[in-house]
T-cell receptor, first 111, second 116 residues
Framework: GESVGLHLPTLSVQEGDNSIINCAYS??????FIWYKQESGKGPQFIID?????DKRQGQRVTVLLNKTVKHLSLQIAATQPGDSAVYFC??????????FGTGTRLTVIP | DSGVTQTPKHLITATGQRVTLRCSPR?????VYWYQQSLDQGLQFLIQ???????AKGNILERFSAQQFPDLHSELNLSSLELGDSALYFC???????????????FGEGSWLTVV
């Protein structure tokens, strides 16, 4: 079955620094990936997505990198702010309607 | 605010009981998804409905069922509840039937279920 996992369960960064959150996936058929942010007491919120025909996509302060060779993607957050503190999930959709979520990384921004 | 409304926000019930969770999708969205988030299983897809019809099925137990009504709201019914069913249940919605492909999926704030 599909397996999406994260390298680090927690990450603490200083305010203003850049954050990098990593994610490994196991299903080589996955061709679409999404990063979600979940703040305390709220549902997951879409941040950015990337298709497998790309290796990089940029949004506002966020960049997602995809390495299909090693089945790895990362989320980079530039100039991390206290409001970025949350749990971040990567999710893959290997052709089906389902979203398969990783276990999540808790990002804590230290003021 | 995602526009997806879930009720109740919190629910405590005893083992063996049955509960119903309710979801109103964003205005204009025809797809409704249900997810379960627990500490040991993470976020798990349960089921998707599109315009009243079941569209996709995930790890939904036989004790659980869902439906989507003509007004597009959805209900998730959980019966013969066990301690392990304690979790946060999310409803999400999107415009089209394709799931995450071609649609942004918007999540509600969840319904906390505690089974005691």
């Amino acid at each position: 079955g599909e397996s999406v996992g994260l390298h680090l369960p927690t990450l603490s960064v200083q305010e203003g620094d850049n954050s990098i959150i990593n994610c490994a996936y196991s299903n080589s058929a996955s061709d679409y990936f999404i990063w979600y942010k979940q703040e305390s007491g709220k549902g997951p919120q879409f941040i950015i997505d990337i298709r497998s025909n790309m290796d990089k996509r940029q949004g506002q302060r966020v960049t997602v990198l995809l390495n299909k060779t090693v089945k790895h993607l990362s989320l980079q957050i530039a100039a991390t702010q206290p409001g970025d503190s949350a749990v971040y999930f990567c999710a893959e959709t290997p052709g089906a309607n389902n979203l398969f979520f990783g276990t999540g990384t808790r990002l804590t921004v230290i003021p | 605010d995602s526009g997806v409304t879930q009720t109740p926000k919190h629910l405590i019930t005893a083992t063996g009981q049955r509960v119903t969770l309710r979801c109103s999708p964003r205005s204009g969205d025809l797809s409704v998804y249900w997810y379960q988030q627990s500490l040991d299983q993470g976020l798990q897809f349960l089921i998707q409905y599109y315009n009243g019809e079941e569209r996709a099925k995930g790890n939904i137990l036989e004790r659980f069922s869902a439906q989507q009504f003509p007004d597009l709201h959805s209900e998730l019914n959980l019966s013969s509840l066990e301690l392990g069913d304690s979790a946060l249940y999310f409803c999400a919605s999107s415009v089209g039937p394709q799931g995450a492909r071609g649609n942004t999926i918007y999540f509600g704030e969840g319904s906390w279920l505690t089974v005691v």
